[in-house]
């Protein structure tokens, strides 16, 4: 290392004009290898094959197809989920390859489904002669929908999906052809019929789909007590079904399994150098020296951890109390403000009181602020990885954004919540003020868009970027108020300005590797652009010169 790095660094770190060159110079990095990345991936193919590409739904039919040609032994349960899905997606299927709509007779005299040889393929893998003839029925009926022949085909699988045993197969494709036709009603208790065949995973998977979406908790409750179905569940439904049944074991369950299962590493990395840019800005105001880089990690676990019962209150609000996030104006309002709000910052806040002890103990409003703005850290840490799937720029724009006001609002109300207890309710009435207007501006933040389709006033584009504005304002000043900066070798600015341009410049180089089109790349700048104001008014509070 040469001497005197330590010295320079300081001093770079704090040059506003240096901060500004590496920044940008930084960004600019990350788009013209982002550019480079998709010219490399994409320009090497001919319009032409851009062109023949096919649909991800024929690719994935096709590719079905092929397996069920090479398959060494029957496999009738795999060609009528293939069916299934074929008839799902036929009308998509025939514009795309400017076909006109299937109709019965062709089918009847070739066999075939444009260009697949369906017949063929049900006498390579359905040998029963009964179940044979239920296929050809399932297709007739599927086809002959306002035909003699197609109402006939439709009548006898009514009749075998009745009868005592049912016919295999046969409540499977009354549920498909039931679904096709909008006519719903008998559905799910076609899918649980067809579930008690062992090799039925396909039905009992949608069946149990269809009822959570229908809230059958006594139903739910008798298939979870029946091991097939029991390992038919996956863990996103263990968790609904937990909520819908009143076993929290289960969802508890249910909930941390589905979200260790659906981990994307990837993601996870991104989100964690998101999170760690405020994790280092908010530790350089710790006053203890020894601990500082350590001891923030618990409330940010805390923090994660906090998802989860934010996860059981959201089932229990929207299938015991009815609270719907698409219901008509205003009562949508109310569902992002008592709903939304009310149930994640109660959350944060709940894991928050677990270090109140310690708290108290130690005396000390900036230690209470700042372990509770790192719960809501780590309550963003989690909630993010999600977001990130969508691409763009989110990554940069929930790092300004979502990222800093879940932390100034659980530091604000933590911070109430501290000091209402140190001076044994005495300024209780702070913390509830504190409290509420939270949850509101959780919630209208939440819901700006909502509120801007019915009075058309631009408030889906500034009511968010006013109440970070006006958060940040509160958070900054009892911070300042509460703790004292750092002088450390790097400062928070230049932390926030390089760790975003970092940020940005990645954002930039994924669009290059995912997207098509440089409408990639261009759509993350124009994401940054748009929040823009909300750095500034972090650089301001940072005071840097």
Not at 286 to 294: E, I, M
Request: glycine letters at 8%; aromatic letters at 12%; a neutral charge.
């Amino acid at each position: 290392m040469f001497h005197g790095w330590r010295a320079r660094s300081h001093h770079l770190t704090r040059n506003r004009r240096f901060l500004i060159r590496a920044s940008v110079s930084i960004v600019v990095a990350g788009f013209t290898i982002g550019c480079l990345v998709q010219w490399l991936r994409v320009g090497a193919t001919s319009a032409d094959v851009r062109a023949r590409q096919v649909s991800p739904t024929a690719q994935k039919l096709r590719e079905s197809w092929r397996r069920l040609e090479t398959a060494g032994d029957p496999a009738p349960r795999e060609l009528l989920g293939w069916l299934a899905r074929f008839f799902k997606s036929q009308d998509d299927l025939a514009e795309e390859l400017g076909t006109p709509p299937l109709e019965l007779d062709p089918y009847l005299k070739s066999g075939k489904l444009f260009a697949f040889d369906v017949r063929a393929m049900i006498v390579r893998h359905v040998k029963e002669n009964r179940e044979h003839r239920l296929f050809e029925d399932f297709v007739t009926a599927m086809l002959g929908v306002r035909d003699d022949r197609g109402e006939a085909a439709t009548g006898r699988l009514r009749h075998a999906a009745a009868a005592e045993p049912p016919a295999p197969f046969a409540n499977e494709m009354l549920a498909r052809m039931l679904l096709a036709r909008d006519q719903d009603a008998d559905v799910l208790g076609a899918l649980v019929r067809e579930g008690g065949f062992d090799d039925a995973a396909l039905a009992r998977d949608d069946a149990l789909h269809l009822a959570i979406e229908r809230h059958e908790a006594e139903l739910l409750a008798g298939l979870m007590r029946l091991p097939k179905w029991r390992e038919s569940a996956t863990p996103w439904m263990r968790g609904r079904i937990g909520a819908l049944t009143g076993d929290v074991w289960m969802q508890w369950r249910g909930i941390i399994a589905h979200q260790m299962a659906s981990m994307r590493w990837g993601l996870l990395a991104l989100a964690l150098f998101a999170a760690g840019l405020w994790y280092v800005i908010l530790a350089q105001r710790s006053d203890d020296q020894t601990w500082r880089w350590f001891r923030p990690a618990l409330p940010v676990v805390a923090g994660v951890c906090s998802v989860w019962p934010a996860l059981i209150l959201l089932t229990y609000q929207e299938y015991h109390l009815g609270f719907v996030e698409h219901a008509p104006f205003p009562r949508n309002i109310w569902y992002f403000i008592a709903g939304v709000g009310l149930r994640e910052e109660l959350s944060k806040l709940a894991l928050f009181a677990v270090f109140l002890p310690w708290l108290l103990w130690r005396r000390s409003e900036g230690a209470a602020l700042l372990a509770a703005a790192f719960v809501g850290l780590g309550f963003a840490l989690e909630e993010n990885i999600n977001y990130y799937r969508g691409g763009g720029g989110i990554a940069w724009l929930r790092f300004l954004t979502a990222n800093f006001m879940h932390v100034a609002m659980t530091g604000i109300t933590g911070h109430a919540l501290y000091e209402m207890l140190r001076w044994r309710f005495a300024r209780a009435e702070k913390f509830v003020a504190a409290f509420l207007l939270i949850v509101m501006a959780h919630g209208f933040y939440d819901c700006a868009d909502e509120i801007d389709e019915v009075l058309n006033i631009g408030l889906g584009r500034f009511l968010p970027l006013i109440i970070l504005i006006l958060l940040a304002g509160h958070f900054f000043d009892l911070l300042a108020a509460t703790t004292r900066p750092d002088a450390g070798i790097v400062s928070p600015a230049a932390v926030l300005l390089i760790g975003s341009a970092l940020l940005i410049a990645v954002m930039f180089v994924v669009a290059g590797a995912t997207t098509a089109d440089l409408g990639g790349i261009a759509a993350v700048g124009n994401e940054c652009v748009s929040v823009a104001p909300v750095i500034f008014v972090y650089w301001r509070k940072f005071e840097v010169r």
